[in-house]
């Protein structure tokens, strides 16, 4: 069994940036790798962001491409979304999982207004 908690979410302005955290519990966190997702009101989740099991390869949807940055700290069994350039379409609940495992978070709001 995996626990998985995320914070940071907030409400900010457009241009604005804001650091995502997850803390894993409960398995061989650095044997995994960890992803991002988001779901919008009245639309399907969507994936944001990888990270392979030792931080060295990772992966953007195109909408966040140069503008998030994923990382981890496997001492800390912590993942993380550095999000700038914020904008009013990243709106958004966040959802921390180990990728390709039915694994997730409850979630950290992240609203955005121009």
């Known amino acids: 069994q995996v626990q998985l908690v995320e914070s940071g979410g907030g409400s900010v302005q457009a241009g604005d940036s804001l650091r995502l955290s997850c803390t894993a519990s409960g398995r061989s966190f650095s044997d995994y790798a960890m992803a991002w997702f988001r779901q919008a009101p009245g639309k399907e989740r969507e994936f944001v962001s990888v990270i392979n099991f030792n931080g060295k390869t990772t992966y953007y949807s195109e909408p966040v491409k140069g503008r998030f940055t994923i990382s981890r700290d496997n001492v800390k069994n912590m993942v993380f979304l550095q999000m700038d350039s914020l904008q009013p379409e990243d709106t958004a609940v966040y959802y921390c999982?180990?990728?390709?495992?039915?694994?997730w978070g409850r979630g950290t709001q992240v609203t955005v207004s121009s």
């Open positions: 999982n180990v990728y390709g495992y039915n694994y």
